[in-house]
């Protein structure tokens, strides 16, 4: 039955390579490490689109007093 769902949906089934323990420890750490970055990139990204907001609204403030 199963088969014949398969055949008459075109969909087929994902086989995945069986993993140790170890393997799948090291993964979530690759993939734990890569979003930490991304999160501290983002983070800079943002302290830099603030500091320049916040220089920017002094600069216009300093020369419209002259």
Do not use: H, N, P
């Amino acid at each position: 039955m199963k088969d014949l769902l398969l055949e008459s949906s075109g969909k087929t089934e994902l086989e995945f390579k069986q993993l140790s323990t170890v393997e799948i420890r090291l993964i979530k750490e690759e993939i734990r490490s890569a979003k930490k970055k991304e999160e501290q990139d983002l983070f800079l990204v943002y302290c830099a689109a603030v500091s320049m907001l916040v220089f920017g609204l002094l600069g216009i403030l300093y020369f419209m007093t002259l």
